[in-house]
């Protein structure tokens, strides 16, 4: 559980706060390290220098011009400018090196009369740091290939070749394994194809890699119900839901899914799975209003990214025809009455004027039904037949 009502924040407007979110823990305590070292090697230097000498007076510069843009970096993102995030490691550097102390001339001059010879660097070091910098520079490589690969692919994808286009995005994932787009896109382009086991496992090798997102659910409900796994579907449009219980998407997904496994089992005639599964997708606008219960009215004030969540037509289409096939003709008319008048787009709209329709003549209202037919041909010659194989379909009672 990690959220009481509706809000969306792509960053936390805070630079410490965003290094820990994309950090996490350690990478937030290496920025307190580096601030504490800092801070401790300043007050050293400002104590150990004279009163009023000029050395005490820049380390007090130093230490303030520090402090002034760490301390706006609290509040906003301005270490994101490089430029910015350059003075300020520089002024941690110039610190760092008034803390050394100066060398003793003497001591310079018989160290070079010394080493008159070519000494040559540690190579146990300079081993080290050539290692360090190459795995470095392979890793932001392979990044950058990985980019290459799923840029490609998407090409091969839009010329109709989806061997090169799989293969390129096989190869796009090797060279980037910690990416769940990779495997997402895999499954979505095995999916196309029908090749609903291989989709299954990218879209779970997908949400591996991002296991709180509630998109990658929504494809894994997608695919299973593709593949005739009506129970697994299920299971990830709720777990989709859980993940983020204030973004009607994933209801929309959830009645969607129950009323597309209902159509299925009513078609396979499992007259009984059918019916459980259309009765879940008619109380998704219940459970709607219960999660909305649970809000304060301090809450509902803070609620100002969307409107405040209710069934949408989609919900609504969803649950009218299931309440069609559940025989509760007065529920679903009022439903797809409902979608018919708020849905914005086409194909919702003459949707539900078949459904409505098929309501209609259930009620004995042949005319209306009639009518509404029509309508819903004019926005789509291809509403008359679907309307005849769904008025084919039992209805439950």
């Given amino acids: 559980h990690y959220q009481d009502y509706l809000y969306n924040s792509t960053q936390v407007h805070g630079h ?7 950090t996490g823990i350690v990478g937030l305590l290496v920025l307190v390290a580096i601030w504490a070292v800092f801070l ?7 104590h150990g220098s004279a009163a009023g000498s000029v050395r005490r007076l820049l380390v007090w510069g130093i230490t303030m011009a ?11 993102f301005d270490l994101s400018l490089s430029a910015l ?7 941690f550097g110039i610190s760092v090196g008034l803390a050394r102390p100066a060398p003793d001339p003497v001591e310079v001059k018989r160290r070079r009369r010394a080493q008159k010879s070519y000494a040559p660097p540690s190579g146990g070091r300079l081993g080290a740091v050539s290692v360090a910098s190459a795995a470095v520079l392979a890793f932001a490589v392979s ?10 692919a998407a090409v091969a994808f839009n010329t109709g070749d989806y061997t090169q286009g799989v293969a390129l995005l096989e190869r796009a994932r090797a060279y980037n394994p910690f990416s ?3 495997p997402a896109a895999l499954a979505r382009a095995y999916r196309a194809r029908g090749e609903y086991d291989k989709a299954l496992q990218a879209a779970l090798d997908a949400r591996a890699r991002s296991e709180f997102d509630a998109a990658r659910c929504a494809d894994l409900a997608g695919i299973a119900h593709a593949a005739g796994k009506y129970a697994e579907a299920e299971k990830w449009a709720e777990k989709a839901v859980s993940l983020a219980p204030f973004q009607v998407r994933w209801y929309e997904l959830l009645a969607r899914t129950e009323f597309m496994n209902g159509y299925a089992e009513l078609t396979n005639n499992n007259n009984d799975a059918a019916r459980a599964y259309f009765e879940k997708a008619v109380q998704v606008p219940q459970r709607i209003e219960a999660q909305m219960a649970k809000l304060t009215p301090e809450l509902k004030e ?8 209710t069934a949408t037509p989609e919900i609504r289409l969803a649950a009218g025809a299931a309440q069609y096939f559940l025989g509760r003709f007065d529920e679903a008319a009022q439903n797809l009455a409902a979608v018919q008048k708020k849905a914005k787009d086409n194909a919702s709209k ?9 309501v209609k003549e259930k009620q004995g209202r042949a005319e209306e039904a009639k009518k509404l037919l029509e309508e819903a041909e004019k926005l789509n010659e291809d509403f008359a037949a679907a309307y005849e194989q769904l008025k084919a379909q039992p209805v439950l009672s």
């Fill in 40 to 46: 401790w090697t300043a007050h050293r230097l400002y």
């Fill in 180 to 182: 769940p787009d990779y």
């Fill in 302 to 309: 803070l609620w100002t990214r969307a409107p405040l969540m």
């Fill in 66 to 76: 520090a402090v002034a843009i760490g301390a706006h970096a609290a509040v906003d």
């Fill in 16 to 22: 410490y706060l965003q290094v820990g979110v994309e």
């Fill in 350 to 358: 003459g949707e539900a004027m078949v459904w409505l329709a098929l």
């Fill in 85 to 91: 995030a350059l003075v300020l490691f520089a002024l």
């Fill in 143 to 152: 990044l950058a290939l990985a980019g290459n690969f799923a840029g490609r």
